[in-house]
């Protein structure tokens, strides 16, 4: 955040004088003590207000934009690039149920990622297509040609 909030040429009260006017209420303090590790934490709003005014995505403040070993939890630890992936919900890490994990997202996330479409069908549920076959909304693979299920 330190070397973000630098090249913009902002003070660290500058900054929290820009959270405030996103209703997070921010000092110099604040922000140093973030800074200097004396600070640990910071709420998913505080988190989305600072992507919001450095103008960042908040992957990239959560994750290393570089692709260096990054801890996940205190036993896991991945690469910045697969985890970078996990958090935007575009694939998941390894060993972790996929077939859920691709069911608990929105229709509108899945049709934006790449190489996937959605159809919507009078006689047929949602499906989606990943990797050629197609999946209703519940995840459990369907035949492209009837609508039948062909697993699950």
């Known amino acids: 955040m330190k070397e973000l909030r630098g090249?913009?040429?902002?003070?660290?009260a500058e900054l929290g004088e820009r959270l405030a006017?996103?209703?997070?209420?921010w000092d110099r303090f604040t922000v140093a003590g973030l800074e200097s590790g004396k600070r640990q934490n910071v709420s998913v709003s505080e988190l989305l207000a600072l992507a919001l005014v450095l103008d960042v995505a908040p992957?990239?403040?959560?994750?290393p934009v570089e692709d260096v070993p990054y801890q996940v939890t205190p036993t896991r630890i991945e690469s910045a690039d697969a985890v970078r992936a996990?958090?935007?919900?575009?694939?998941?890490?390894?060993?972790?149920?996929?077939?859920t994990f691709y069911t608990e997202v929105s229709v509108s996330d899945l049709t934006r990622q790449q190489g996937q479409r959605a159809e919507w069908g009078r006689d047929h549920p949602l499906r989606v297509s990943r990797g050629g076959a197609l999946y209703d909304a519940?995840?459990?693979?369907?035949?492209d040609a009837d609508g039948g299920r062909s697993d699950g």
């Open 7 to 12: 090249r913009r040429g902002w003070t660290a």
């Open 21 to 25: 006017k996103q209703g997070v209420r």
């Open 59 to 63: 992957v990239n403040l959560l994750v």
């Open 86 to 99: 996990w958090v935007r919900g575009e694939v998941p890490l390894a060993a972790v149920n996929e077939r």
């Open 138 to 143: 519940q995840g459990n693979r369907v035949d």
